[in-house]
């Protein structure tokens, strides 16, 4: 399975919105609505802001949101704060195996 | 709480085999299977494979598949993965997190393995 297409960057300054694309095929982001992201933070491990499309796990603050139309799935970010600043990653089943890709990762820049 | 513990750091040579463990607690251990994900150096994070916590059912990426064996031990609440045939570019941190439909909402630690002659 090849991985799912992010932009390599995204930015924004305080208090604005970023939205960021998470674009794959219909045997995995078109086929399930298992869409993940995981924000990383230099030299941490990943923690979950979205699953299965737009579910927030507790704790996660309502200002990440999710969606998906098709193939592509995205994350918003609205009022960004600098510590939204991080690597984000989408993740999706694939294939009749169900197999996990993910995306190649986005740097989110907070100017 | 829910923790996951890895093992230890690996410097293994081109062509052996690594083991690496996760050992869980705080929850109901067969509940929820396993992922193993890694992170080369300055690289994006990749899924290994899954191992169910309460039978043998494995699925493991393609590009693995033959040089992956995952396991799980419950008497122990430990999952284990061997990595066999090593590269240069297996040299990587391995995360186990806990997969409960492509959600991973725990993860250990992280295990780096460097592989090197």
């Known amino acids: 399975q090849s991985a799912l297409t992010q932009p390599p960057s995204a930015s924004g300054s305080p208090g604005q919105s970023v939205t960021i694309s998470c674009t794959g095929t219909?045997?995995?982001?078109?086929?399930?609505?298992?869409v993940s992201w995981y924000q990383q933070h230099p030299g941490k491990v990943p923690k979950v802001m979205i699953y299965?499309?737009?579910k927030r796990p507790s704790g996660v603050p309502n200002r990440f949101s999710g969606s998906k139309s098709g193939n592509t799935a995205s994350l918003t970010v609205s009022g960004l704060q600098p510590e939204d600043e991080g690597d984000y990653y989408c993740?999706?089943?694939?294939?009749?195996?169900?197999?996990?890709?993910f995306g190649g990762g986005t740097k989110l820049t907070v100017l | 709480q829910v923790q996951l513990v890895q093992s230890g750091a690996e410097v293994k040579k081109p062509g052996a085999s690594v083991k690496v463990s996760c050992k869980a607690s705080?929850?109901?251990?067969?509940?929820?299977?396993l992922s193993w994900v890694r992170q080369a150096p300055g690289q994006g994070l990749e899924w290994v494979g899954w191992?169910?916590?309460?039978?043998?059912?494995?699925n493991y990426a393609h590009k693995f598949e033959g040089r992956v064996t995952m396991t799980a031990d419950t008497s122990t609440r430990t999952v284990y993965m061997d990595l066999k045939s090593l590269r240069s570019d297996d040299t990587a941190v391995y995360y186990c997190?806990?997969?409960?439909?492509?959600?991973?909402?725990?993860w250990g630690q992280g295990t780096l393995v460097t592989v090197s002659s």
């Open positions: 219909s045997s995995d982001v078109g086929a399930y609505n298992y």
């Open positions: 705080g929850y109901t251990f067969t509940k929820y299977g």
């Open positions: 993740s999706s089943y694939a294939g009749s195996n169900m197999d996990i890709v």
């Open positions: 299965q499309v737009n």
């Open positions: 997190a806990r997969d409960d439909w492509n959600l991973f909402d725990y």
């Open positions: 191992v169910s916590s309460r039978n043998d059912r494995t």
